[in-house]
């Protein structure tokens, strides 16, 4: 745990202030409005071709802000800095995505997969016409999650096939890799936040939302016992974690790494950010810092299974609060 507090301490004390200030402002800025208006409602109550179009431009403008911001206040020298476990500014690593077009290729294709992971996929027409409600809307359901992940799986492997991905192998590219990984502190991670998931199990918000399972409602009656299809529901929600760890710390932390240092991890924070967009305002506002502290511990280890650890674990106990906290208010 100790050098997980000395990884945020060294980044925070190399990073530029301006553009983190900044940075945190503008993240702020889209939260009030998002929480005003409902930016991610209203691209959601578009047609699936407009709504694609839409999550694509927004999350696009996000990063391609963050990105200008960080160019701006942060001098050309100090793109890659902490470019080894021991470094504040390695020379090997002072480089900025200007003239590097395949980071720039990869870094228009990450808000383009995330808008297709974002929009629903109609699956309905390619069942069998012989299954019956509410099966189709079950299966349904549970395939959407795996689907995308294999989408994220193609497209990472399409990726390193061009060359786009720098490394020897895909796993080492996004950090599935078992090197430098100590899996205890991030449990004792994942206990320091026990405390704040039973507040929040508390909250009207928090459970307007949570448990997920109760999305199964409409199989009442028609399942007997229940906690088969609940289990199988609950195994498909935890695969979209491992989609978001891939993506927002293997891809855009860890790939990202290699052609910008740690200038990755603010620009993913923000974006990271903005996926919550549709969650209890406290989850969103958290995420911000979560998905920071993440991609300095991923930057800094290469992995990301620790956040994985955390971020599966913290989904299940908010699962189990939802659940809990339903019980205790009824």
């Given at each position: 745990?100790?050098?997980?507090i000395?990884?945020?301490?060294?980044?925070?004390?190399?990073?530029?202030?301006?553009?983190?200030?900044?940075?945190?402002?503008?993240?702020?800025?889209?939260?009030?409005?998002?929480?005003?208006?409902?930016?991610?409602?209203?691209?959601?109550?578009?047609?699936?071709?407009?709504?694609?179009?839409?999550?694509?431009?927004?999350?696009?403008?996000?990063?391609a802000?963050?990105?200008g911001?960080?160019?701006?206040?942060?001098?050309?020298?100090?793109?890659?800095?902490?470019?080894?476990?021991?470094?504040?500014?390695?020379?090997?690593?002072?480089?900025?995505?200007?003239?590097?077009?395949?980071?720039?290729?990869?870094?228009?294709?990450?808000?383009?997969?995330?808008?297709?992971?974002?929009v629903?996929w109609?699956?309905?027409?390619?069942?069998?016409?012989?299954?019956?409600?509410p099966?189709?809307?079950?299966?349904?359901?549970?395939l959407?999650?795996?689907?995308?992940?294999?989408?994220?799986?193609g497209?990472?492997?399409?990726?390193?096939?061009?060359?786009?991905?720098?490394?020897?192998?895909?796993?080492d590219?996004?950090?599935l890799?078992?090197?430098?990984?100590?899996?205890l502190?991030?449990?004792?991670?994942?206990?320091?936040?026990?405390?704040?998931?039973?507040?929040?199990?508390?909250?009207?918000?928090?459970?307007?939302?949570?448990?997920?399972?109760?999305?199964?409602?409409?199989?009442?009656?028609?399942?007997?016992?229940?906690?088969?299809?609940?289990?199988?529901?609950?195994?498909?929600?935890?695969?979209?974690?491992?989609?978001?760890?891939?993506?927002?710390?293997?891809?855009l932390?860890v790939?990202?790494?290699?052609?910008?240092?740690?200038?990755?991890?603010?620009?993913?924070?923000?974006?990271?950010?903005?996926?919550?967009?549709?969650?209890?305002?406290?989850?969103?506002?958290?995420?911000?810092?979560?998905?920071?502290?993440?991609?300095?511990?991923a930057?800094?280890?290469?992995t990301?299974?620790?956040?994985?650890?955390?971020?599966?674990?913290?989904?299940?106990?908010?699962?189990?609060?939802?659940?809990?906290g339903?019980?205790?208010?009824?």
């Amino acid at each position: 745990m100790r050098a997980f507090i000395d990884y945020l301490t060294a980044y925070l004390r190399s990073t530029s202030r301006p553009a983190f200030i900044i940075t945190i402002l503008f993240v702020a800025s889209l939260v009030a409005v998002n929480y005003t208006i409902g930016i991610e409602s209203r691209i959601h109550a578009l047609p699936w071709y407009l709504a694609l179009a839409g999550f694509f431009l927004f999350y696009g403008a996000v990063l391609a802000l963050v990105w200008g911001l960080q160019a701006q206040c942060w001098p050309t020298s100090a793109f890659g800095l902490a470019g080894g476990p021991d470094s504040v500014a390695s020379p090997e690593w002072n480089r900025t995505p200007i003239g590097q077009p395949k980071f720039l290729i990869l870094l228009g294709l990450a808000p383009l997969y995330f808008a297709l992971k974002m929009v629903h996929w109609d699956l309905l027409p390619l069942l069998p016409h012989s299954l019956p409600f509410p099966w189709d809307h079950y299966i349904l359901l549970i395939l959407q999650l795996p689907l995308k992940l294999l989408l994220l799986f193609g497209f990472l492997q399409l990726c390193r096939k061009t060359g786009l991905l720098p490394g020897d192998n895909l796993t080492d590219a996004v950090g599935l890799t078992r090197r430098n990984f100590n899996a205890l502190p991030y449990f004792g991670l994942l206990l320091l936040l026990i405390p704040l998931i039973a507040l929040a199990s508390t909250q009207p918000d928090f459970l307007r939302v949570y448990p997920k399972v109760k999305n199964l409602a409409f199989l009442n009656g028609y399942a007997r016992p229940m906690w088969p299809w609940r289990l199988l529901y609950e195994l498909s929600y935890g695969l979209d974690f491992l989609s978001i760890e891939l993506f927002f710390r293997g891809l855009l932390v860890v790939a990202f790494f290699n052609y910008v240092g740690q200038a990755a991890i603010l620009p993913m924070a923000a974006f990271y950010c903005t996926i919550h967009f549709g969650k209890p305002l406290g989850e969103c506002i958290s995420s911000f810092f979560g998905g920071l502290i993440l991609g300095v511990l991923a930057a800094r280890t290469r992995t990301i299974l620790g956040g994985l650890i955390v971020h599966l674990g913290l989904a299940w106990l908010m699962e189990l609060g939802g659940w809990l906290g339903s019980l205790w208010q009824h």
